[in-house]
């Protein structure tokens, strides 16, 4: 799968779109699956799309042109992913998606994972049921590999969210400005909140749960409460039946 992201001039994200053999129309116009709204772009200016694994680009016309690593380019021409893109202002950069594979069972670190201080379960995707395990004090969550945390999705953002581990052991959560934001608990973040684990959190379209792992869940807690309780209303029966058969003495 390729992404291909559009940035301005002060290379500030303007929009993500998901790259098939489907043409995909620049232009400064609503009829354009790209609109970008510029005086430096043409109503029709240039045309992308996929063929064959291939990325094609072509200039419609335009009065500013389509240039590829600053040469003004005729026609319809091949593009590689390490090329600069430029139209008008605009910055186009593509990128290959890679799914990581999921394997069997869950995916889970394998350097001194007892350091960990958390972890996010992937709840949906096709990477449903990996666990990734947290060991930096801020860790990031993004859809490019440089993250702490990668997401390889087109709804996840190249540099999605943050997360601030505390003390206490809960969390600060931060978005990073996404296209399609994090959610806590249903509710989109606009700016830094405590999250705890057990909280279920959304990067764009991927629903993950923040879980600890160095301390018992509420069940094992549960369970250790009952067994200490069962042991001491044992312990009074029976010093009851001891002091009963002393004073029957």
Known sequence: MYILAVKDERGALVSEHQLSDQLLHFGRTNENEIVLSSKTISRQHACIYLENDRIYIGDMGSANGVFIDDRRIQGEVEVQLENKVRIGEFTIQLERLEEE?????????????????????????????????????????????????????????????????????????????????????GRKVTKAVRVAPGDRIHFGNIECLLAATNRPTRARASTRKLVIYGLLAFAAAVLGTVIAVAFQG
């Open 101 to 185: 594979p999921t394997g069997v069972g869950i995916n889970t670190a394998q350097v001194a994972p007892e350091k960990a201080h958390g972890k996010l379960v992937l709840l949906g995707g096709p990477q449903a049921g990996r666990e990734v395990l947290l060991f930096e004090p801020i860790v990031t969550i993004g859809r490019v590999e440089e993250n702490d945390v990668h997401l390889p999705d087109i709804s996840v953002s190249r540099h999605h969210a943050r997360l601030h581990s505390h003390h206490d052991g809960g969390y600060v959560l931060q978005d990073l400005g996404s296209s399609n934001g994090t959610h806590l608990l």
